[in-house]
Nanobody, 124 residues
Framework: QVQLVESGGGLVQAGGSLRLSCAASGRTFSTTTMGWFRQAPGKEREFVAHDTWSSGRTYYSDFVKGRFTISRDNAKNTVYLQMNSLKPEDTAVYYC?????????????????WGQGTQVTVSS
């Protein structure tokens, strides 16, 4: 099993920045990709970004490209999501997830492990 714990959420004004962290523990060697998803009120959970450990490849949804950056610290088994130029529409609960699946890595059902989520609220 892999346990994931997010932190770093909060309230920020539009145009501001936040950095989310996701600390992984347990059988982390069994996972190859870490991803971030988000779910806004009344909406389905959507893919934000992922980082594949082995290849170093990252991928972003169009709506965060150029504003968000995913990175990791292997020594700490932690993945980060640096969020800049935040907009009110970025308000959501942000989840990190882990998987060892080879695929698009942009679908929820490709991820086996999930954190509890952290709330991000962007005020206008």
């Amino acid at each position: 099993q892999v346990q994931l714990v997010e932190s770093g959420g909060g309230l920020v004004q539009a145009g501001g920045s936040l950095r989310l962290s996701c600390a992984a523990s347990g059988r982390t060697f069994s996972t190859t990709t870490m991803g971030w998803f988000r779910q806004a009120p009344g909406k389905e959970r959507e893919f934000v970004a992922h980082d594949t450990w082995s290849s170093g490849r990252t991928y972003y949804s169009d709506f965060v490209k150029g504003r968000f950056t995913i990175s990791r610290d292997n020594a700490k088994n932690t993945v980060y999501l640096q969020m800049n130029s935040l907009k009110p529409e970025d308000t959501a609960v942000y989840y990190c997830a882990a998987t060892n699946v080879v695929g698009t890595l942009r679908a929820e059902d490709e991820y086996s492990y999930w954190g509890q989520g952290t709330q991000v609220t962007v005020s206008s």
